[in-house]
């Protein structure tokens, strides 16, 4: 069955080779036009296996005699009977018998057996550990550590939502097409943030022509809403530094604000990001100083003056991903956690420097994690006296935006006789909307 040879030549790449799972999908099929027409059942069953990987790797690890080839051969197999059922569960076997012995087949035969069965965790495996959680949510038990630091309750929605399909939000330029046309079309749907709206069109998005013509552009609701809720008007000016590596933040800034103000946008690498080159260069805009920065600390060359509003949105761990990619956990190199962690703190302490007094920083980062979010503002805070905190809120996916992330606002100079969060509040921060906690057993259910 070529669907299968193709599928652990992927798989292979992704797990071994450390090649993400969009390339390795996009270099297999982008120049042999004979195998095309199988890329839709490819991507589903390699998607299939890395969506439930922790659990194979589990299922298959004992079995005697088996190479890491012959698990990841009958990894598919399992995510084909079990999950995606495309293919007879009889076509499936009689394609592993070309990798797998009969000897080999028998002894995965309890396995491939167990297909109608509607919990395929084993009993030994006590449905009240972190392990159970792990093998259910493919999601590695130091992951589950940095969710529970924010209540068992947040952490099991949190798994819960990531464990189901993303929803594609784009935000629509108005100036090119509105909303109110595209909502003719049954695909688009209006979100709770104007001129976002969620796609569940069939067509990929990269053929549907609003987007080719980049009249529309991937974006979360919830970037659009901080960028609101922070607007500034002319004389002021305003500094981005994103570190992440899509261009959401960049492009909002230019639609929201166009020629009204002065703008600064810095990113590790201007080359990486030609789109929005090209949005600056389409609208004419003259007021637009978009550089690169690969060291945050070191900017003064590119910034001549103090800003009204400074967003520093570094790069993470960006747990927000995990919904649109399978193989994101799974291929997450945790040995560059330090360097990541450094490299947030240098945006944040190299944005603080062009506030100016009485305006506003305002830190978003998108991921689930106390060290990125509360505790890094509380350090912050503790060596910058001159700054006090505004209010600050983790968001998860499960909630109104379907985001994960931690948005903070800090304010310059001296602090109003309001009540705000304390330091000790950092460290205690929940979901605003949160829970009490369930116990282990009681939350187990869907």
Not at 46 to 62: A, D, W
Not at 217 to 242: D, G, Q, R, S
Not at 386 to 413: C, D, I, N, W
Not at 415 to 434: F, H, N, Q, R
Request: proline share 5%; charged share 30%.
């Amino acid at each position: 069955m070529k669907q299968l040879d193709l599928s652990l030549e992927i798989l292979t790449e992704v797990l071994e080779r450390k090649k993400t799972f969009a390339v390795a999908l996009k270099d297999k099929f982008k120049n042999d036009l004979e195998i095309r027409p199988l890329r839709a059942d490819v991507a589903g069953l390699v998607g299939c296996e890395l969506r439930h990987h922790l659990l194979f790797s589990y299922l298959t690890k004992e079995l005697e005699g088996y190479e890491e080839k012959d698990r990841l051969v009958l990894s598919l197999v399992l995510a084909n009977d079990y999950y995606f059922r495309h293919f007879s569960p009889e076509d499936m076997e009689a394609a592993a018998k070309d990798y797998l012995s009969e000897e080999k087949l028998l002894r995965a035969r309890p396995l491939l057996d167990a297909a109608s069965s509607e919990e395929h965790i084993p009993e030994s495996v006590s449905r009240s550990s972190a392990q159970y959680l792990s093998l259910r949510y493919n999601t590695p038990e130091w992951v589950l550590k940095i969710f529970k630091h924010f209540g068992f309750g947040d952490c099991l929605k949190t798994l819960k939502r990531f464990g189901r399909p993303p929803v594609t939000t784009l935000r629509v330029r108005e100036s090119e097409i509105s909303s109110k046309s595209l909502l003719e079309n049954p695909d688009y749907v209006a979100t709770e943030v104007e001129s976002v709206l969620a796609y569940h069109g069939k067509t990929p998005l990269r053929k549907v022509p609003a987007f080719q013509e980049e009249k529309v552009f991937l974006e979360k609701p919830l970037t659009k809403k901080i960028i609101e809720e922070h607007l500034i008007a002319e004389p002021c000016e305003l500094l981005l530094y994103n570190g992440n590596a899509d261009s959401s933040l960049e492009k909002e800034i230019i639609e929201t604000y166009g020629e009204k103000i002065g703008i600064n946008l810095a990113t590790p690498n201007v080359d990486a990001k030609l789109d929005v080159s090209r949005l600056i260069k389409s609208k004419g805009l003259h007021n637009v100083n978009f550089f690169s920065a690969p060291d945050p600390l070191s900017m003064e060359a590119s910034i001549s003056r103090m800003q009204d509003l400074v967003i520093a949105a570094p790069d993470s761990t960006n747990f927000d991903l995990i919904p649109a990619s399978p193989d994101y956990l799974i291929c997450y190199d945790r040995d560059k956690m330090d360097a990541l962690f450094e490299q947030e703190k240098n945006v944040l302490e190299g944005a603080a420097k062009y506030v100016s007094e009485s305006g506003k920083l305002v830190y978003i980062i998108y991921t689930i994690s106390k060290k990125e979010g509360p505790m890094r503002i509380s350090e912050f805070l503790k060596v910058h006296p001159e700054f006090h905190l505004e209010s600050h809120r983790q968001y998860f996916p499960f909630q109104e935006h379907m985001t994960a992330a931690y948005v903070a606002v800090l304010q310059k100079g001296e602090k109003e006789l309001t009540v705000a969060p304390t330091l000790g509040e950092l460290g205690a921060i929940s979901s605003v909307c949160s829970c009490s906690q369930a116990s282990s057993s009681e939350a187990m259910g869907d």
